[in-house]
């Protein structure tokens, strides 16, 4: 079993910045990504970033691609989301997950944090 914690969500004004943090209960596989997502009520839950242990390699939807960047920290099982340029629309709980593979393969995903709340004002 891995647990995630996320933690770094609050209210930011639109054009501000924040960083999200997913820590691991316990070191991973190499093999492992880890991944942030995000949905708002009434919405399918929107992948954003991913990042493999074993190589590095990002993974990043259209959509935030430029503005948001994704890294991990080996030492201490964690990895960030560095957002930049927030947008009121990016108002949504911010979830990690981690699983086995690709982190752009939406299936792999077998681990899930509880999420934490991220709210950009106008």
């Given at each position: ?6 933690s770094g969500g609050g ?39 991913a990042f493999r242990w ?69």
């Amino acid at each position: 079993q891995v647990q995630l914690v996320e933690s770094g969500g609050g209210l930011v004004q639109a054009g501000g910045s924040l960083r999200l943090s997913c820590a691991a209960s316990r070191r991973t596989f190499s093999s492992y990504s880890m991944g942030w997502f995000r949905q708002t009520p009434g919405k399918e839950r929107e992948f954003l970033a991913a990042f493999r242990w074993s190589d590095d390699t990002t993974y990043y939807a259209d959509s935030v691609k430029g503005r948001f960047t994704i890294s991990g920290d080996n030492a201490k099982n964690t990895v960030y989301l560095q957002m930049n340029s927030l947008k009121p629309e990016d108002t949504a709980v911010y979830s990690c997950a981690a699983g086995d593979g690709p982190g752009n393969n939406k299936n792999i995903y077998r681990y899930w944090g509880q999420g934490t709340q991220v709210t950009v004002s106008s």
